[in-house]
């Protein structure tokens, strides 16, 4: 086995780190980043489970005192690394942690737990557990935020070019194919596509499950954890900017 197939294999996500930022940022991205954004206390403690390549951690540590960060992927700790060696305004408060949800045990509480587009890497079945270890990690009165809870059909489409990017004489492209595979889970295909000029010069393939999250289960689970939910698009009366992504705010 080469050396890189041996990281595809181990950290799935480490082979397309470096075409995150360009190609897994879509026109709601700014408004998603400013809700989890604004939910951090001014000078409290935050922990950032699944932080990726931080393009949320960094909004958050420039309002909270401290952010912990838990990223199982290498990959994606690296690229969050080398962002915050050039943010040093932010250096110290951000502490890089490898390691998943929910074994996780810090010995800490913080004021503010958030997950953003993590839930599709949670089978259901694991929530409850999983939800039990953040509120373990919440302080008294903390909140807790996420995204992906929903009620969409499970997607089906077959393979179709979502984004594209161009830096340089390389234009990068994802595309990706969705296949049902039960009533809460879809397989996933993503293809990361480097053109140099026009000559197609790398192809990475990313496959993994994708699993949805509906939102009775989701609250069901909360309140088992000792969490009331008290906001986001899913519990909100009114139509909201963030339908469509699901967000949920709960408080210990």
């Known amino acids: 086995m080469r050396e890189d197939e041996e990281v595809a294999l181990t950290d799935p996500y480490g082979v397309v780190a470096v075409h995150w930022d360009h190609l897994h940022v879509g026109p709601r991205s700014a408004a998603l980043v400013s809700f989890f954004a604004d939910l951090a206390p001014p000078g409290g403690h935050a922990?950032?489970?699944?932080p990726g390549t931080g393009r949320m951690t960094l909004a958050v540590a420039g309002r909270a005192a401290s952010v912990h960060c838990l990223e199982p992927s290498p990959g994606m700790r690296a690229v969050l690394m080398t962002k915050l060696a050039g943010r040093p305004d932010l250096r110290q408060r951000v502490t890089v942690l490898a390691g998943a949800a929910p074994d996780f045990p810090l010995g800490r509480r913080f004021d503010y737990v958030y997950l953003a587009a993590v839930l599709q890497d949670v089978p259901p079945r694991a929530r409850r557990a999983l939800f039990a270890g953040l509120a373990g990690h919440l302080a008294p009165g903390g909140v807790l935020a996420m995204d992906m809870v929903t009620d969409e059909a499970v997607p089906d489409h077959p393979e179709r070019e979502l984004r594209g990017a161009h830096q340089g004489e390389c234009r990068y492209t994802l595309s990706s194919a969705v296949r049902p595979l039960g009533p809460d889970l879809a397989g996933v295909r993503r293809v990361y596509r480097t053109y140099h000029r026009d000559t197609l010069v790398t192809t990475e393939t990313v496959e993994g499950d994708y699993h949805l999250h509906r939102p009775a289960g989701v609250l069901a689970d909360l309140r088992a954890a000792g969490l009331t939910a008290v906001g986001g698009s899913v519990v909100a009366g009114?139509?909201?900017?963030?339908?469509?992504q699901g967000t949920l705010v709960a408080r210990l």
């Open 238 to 244: 009114a139509a909201t900017p963030l339908d469509d």
């Open 47 to 50: 922990l950032e489970i699944g």
